[in-house]
């Protein structure tokens, strides 16, 4: 959210898992309209074409977040 | 009525907006990995996936020294200096 | 003294204003004193002798007392309702009765206080030459020489610590909440969110000035900033939730000291709460606090039933979660954490301790109180051994005792742990000499030294080093001998526990080093 402060549009990747810890820090810090995507679960045990696969899941989704 | 004294910050919470976004290229786009595991993976392949959705931007890519502090200050300015827009993964 | 102005209703509720323009003797008296009623009838003939010239003014400090006042003695005297006490407390005398004589244009002196005859009768002596008016009919040789007098009400401890806290001077700047009479005081603060869980005492304004009186640190001063929010914390917010947390005010220096050392760079307390591994701060107190604040160090010390071990921890607990706002299903993101995270803090019993004592080991002096902060993420877990009479068999136990952290097949990790050595290990231990701290590292690292081969992800076990890169290493370096530990400096040693019973105890560390916690140690200003 720094980022964001400083007048970078930004926007982090998370796991599903931590929806909640983003939406605490979001409130936190005064910013609810800061922009984050969820991928998800699990990331640790998952293989690479399974990790290309959320990539391209939430393309869309990443390219709105900063542009629109 | 009893007293008592808040314990908290009293951090009154004050409504930030966010950076207005532009509708056309995003320029240069910095790709921050917060170094936990597979990120990068993740991260190699939208690069890969952006470069193809805008091949006239930019991608830089930049990497925390750990996930379990904040990002340094020196390299939060220097991103901030060189890209316009900030994608940072994967907070697992 | 300070003669602070005033208004005060008399008994038909007319307020009375002090500086009446006049020479004023006031008294402040309270009911159930026997001297301020002796010297009720005397006062009344002041008022009577100097009316037309001066006010002479009774102050009671309770409403029901000065009616009682005024039938027994049949006063007709202004008699003032001060029972509020915060003119007693501004004016600022011990002892009632309290007689002050103030003319105007002089500097007024110290009050009577009690009853001396001989120093009555000059005042009274005295006030009837400035005003030029007849003495008082007062029979003095029927009167007693000499009766003490009471402790001013606004004396009494707990009214006191609440007139503080009420009065223009109070150090109080945080915001205070008013819990409304219908409002369970209890249920609000776990409504609130205040809480670990566990019910709190509530931090009331005279409860927080008695916390302060712990510290001769200003209430004001920042004693760390606290992520996650990246707060500052003054002393008087860590007061505040020392309070909640049970402390008594000797405790606060010591929760003061750990709160900043959980809130340094390299203990990164952010880190500690947020890892899914559920780590929780351990905090040990060494040195003459110990002793001055009760904490426990022997039986039962990394359990419940001390006041002192329960509530230091859980307060520096409480101002992560209340001023960091690190809770969990917030930032706080632990799998299954662990009750440390309510509390874990002890003390270590060095006078029964055949080592320096940690903190002496970590550089500060015997004479130093010093808090020590580790970020373990399981613990205490015991080391039983009722069979060893050999030092180095005992110092073996603790050895393989310590092979569980994280995982027993996974060794050369650079993880700290804590070995909290009871008496009985320690006796056996030194039987046949010393046995320094360095030898007790070398014989653990020595007897869970394993070939490196037993590491390699097997069916039994995916964790460890993957096959791939196993396949990669000569034999000569799959048997080379791997210790537990990647370096003794890991491993912490304190003594505590009862002098009955062989069972010592393993706190496991989380992430050791820059990208984790580091061990820090503050000293305790008291």
Redesign the interface.
């Known amino acids: 959210m720094w980022f964001e402060i400083q007048g970078r549009p930004a926007v982090s990747i998370a796991s599903s898992e931590f929806a909640e810890a983003a939406e605490a820090q979001r409130r936190m810090l005064g910013m609810d309209g800061a922009r984050y995507v969820l991928v998800d679960h699990p990331i640790q045990d998952a293989t690479d074409d399974e990790m290309r696969a959320k990539a391209q899941a939430v393309l869309d989704a990443v390219v709105a977040a900063v542009t629109t | 009525m009893t007293t008592i004294l808040d314990p908290t910050d009293e951090r009154v919470p004050v409504a930030r907006q966010i950076t207005p976004r532009t509708a056309n290229s995003p320029g240069v786009i910095g790709l921050l990995d917060i170094s936990k595991p597979r990120g990068n993976v993740l991260l190699d392949e939208l690069e890969r996936l952006l470069a193809g959705r805008f091949p006239e931007a930019e991608i830089r890519r930049y990497a925390k020294p750990t996930f379990a502090k904040p990002c340094p200050s020196d390299l939060r300015l220097k991103i901030k200096a060189e890209c316009n827009v900030v994608v940072e993964a994967l907070a697992d | 003294m300070t003669a602070t102005a005033f208004s005060l209703p008399d008994m038909a509720g007319e307020p009375r204003r002090f500086p009446t323009g006049r020479p004023s003797l006031i008294a402040f008296v309270k009911e159930d004193c026997a001297t301020c009623n002796l010297t009720a009838p005397v006062l009344e003939a002041f008022h009577r002798a100097w009316a037309d010239a001066a006010d002479v003014w009774m102050v009671g400090q309770t409403a029901d007392g000065n009616a009682i006042l005024k039938d027994r003695h049949g006063l007709t005297l202004p008699i003032l309702d001060d029972s509020a006490l915060r003119t007693s407390l501004a004016w600022g005398f011990d002892i009632v009765p309290a007689v002050y004589w103030i003319a105007p244009g002089q500097e007024p002196g110290a009050p009577l206080e009690g009853f001396v005859r001989e120093e009555w009768r000059q005042l009274a002596q005295r006030i009837s030459g400035e005003l030029a008016l007849p003495p008082p009919a007062v029979d003095w040789p029927q009167l007693p020489d000499w009766r003490p007098g009471c402790g001013s009400k606004h004396l009494d401890p707990e009214i006191h610590d609440r007139l503080l806290a009420e009065a223009d001077g109070s150090p ?1 700047r ?8 219908s409002d369970d ?1 209890d249920e609000f ?1 776990f409504d609130q969110g ?1 809480s670990d869980g566990l019910p709190l005492v ?4 005279e409860r ?1 000035l008695r916390m302060l009186t712990g510290t001769r640190r200003s209430p004001q001063d920042i004693v760390a900033i ?1 992520p ?2 990246m ?3 003054t002393v ?2 860590v007061a ?2 020392a309070v ?1 947390a049970g402390c008594k005010p000797e405790y606060l220096p010591v929760v003061l000291a750990g709160v900043e050392a959980v809130c340094t ?1 390299e203990f ?1 307390i ?2 500690v709460n ?2 899914t591994m559920g780590a929780a701060p351990v905090l040990i107190v060494n040195g003459p606090i110990r002793h001055r604040i009760g904490m426990n160090m022997k039986q039962a010390a990394l359990g419940n039933g001390n006041r002192a071990n329960a509530t230091i921890g859980r307060a520096v607990r ?1 101002v992560v979660r ?4 690190a ?1 969990p ?3 706080d ?1 632990s799998t299954l954490s662990n009750p440390m995270k309510f509390t874990m803090c002890f003390a270590e019993w060095e006078e029964g301790s055949p080592w320096e004592p940690l903190h002496v080991e970590r550089g500060f002096g015997r004479e130093d109180s010093v808090i020590t902060a580790f970020a373990m993420t399981s613990g205490p877990v015991q080391i039983v051994d009722q069979e060893s009479r050999e030092p180095d068999q005992i110092a073996g136990t603790l050895g393989l005792g310590l092979e569980g952290v994280f995982l027993s097949k996974i060794h050369r990790i650079p993880v700290d742990a804590l070995l909290v050595v009871c008496p009985e290990h320690v006796k056996t231990l030194t039987s046949q000499g010393d046995y320094p701290k360095a030898r007790l590292r070398e014989r653990i690292q020595a007897v869970t030294a394993r070939p490196l081969r037993e590491m390699v992800a097997n069916a039994v076990s995916g964790a460890g080093i993957p096959v791939a890169s196993a396949a990669k290493m000569t034999d000569a370096v799959l048997d080379s001998p791997a210790p537990k530990f990647a370096d003794g400096k890991f491993i912490h040693i304190v003594v505590a526990g009862s002098e009955a019973g062989k069972f010592s105890a393993a706190f496991h560390g989380w ?1 050791t080093g ?3 916690s580091a061990v820090v140690s503050k000293k305790i200003e008291d």
Do not use: Y
């Open positions: 109080i945080a915001r205070r909440i008013e819990v409304a009479p005081i603060m205040f509530a931090p009331t304004p927080v606290v996650p929010s707060a500052p914390v008087e917010k505040i939730n909640m760079d990164n952010h880190g947020a890892t409480l209340n001023v960091g706002g809770r299903g917030g930032t993101r992430l820059s990208a984790g």
